[in-house]
């Protein structure tokens, strides 16, 4: 799974998101990725502190209080925190959807080499729509205008499967089901989240 931002704080916390790592200092933090310093004390000695009031440091870095301090203000800014992070990447994907139907022959060539290519790629299935990742991007696919066309969905499930790979993912995996309940209607944005 992608680190797509980092939480620094000399405690380690429960029940973090699968795509947030932990550090113990902000030296270990890629400054690239939003970064959230947990403690009064540990915000005190960073640059950008001008008050408590401020919770953003600088560009990308933020501070919260530890749940000692205050946990309302801390689950209220991690939440914020995660806001950050999923705008940043949903702001960043765009989404395709394939309308088999007006695809050339050398599309569906190409849409078939992304499919079965030798390439990782992680792909999700949610409600007759296959989500799959290519090069910034998400695809997304209907299983039910395949099967009109005459395609037989159980047999593209099971050689999208069967590549050894991509790796699927369906609605019953525990932190995809956690991800789509933040994600709500931009579920596409998925297999961006799982990718590692």
Known sequence: MKTLGYIVTDRKLKDIDGFVEQVNDISLADSTKPILIVGWKNAKNCDGYTSILEKQLGNNIYWTFSK???????????????????????????YHYINIFKLKYNKLKKLYSILFSRENKNIYISN???????????LGLSLAVLEYCGIKTEKVLKRIKSNPNNTVFEDDNKFVFKLTKRLGNKKYAVPYFISS
């Open 68 to 94: 000692s301090e205050s946990r309302s203000d801390f689950e209220e800014d991690l939440q914020m925190f995660y806001n950050i992070i999923y705008n940043n990447i949903l702001n960043n994907i765009n």
């Open 128 to 138: 007759g729509v296959v989500y799959i990742p290519y090069q910034g991007n998400v």
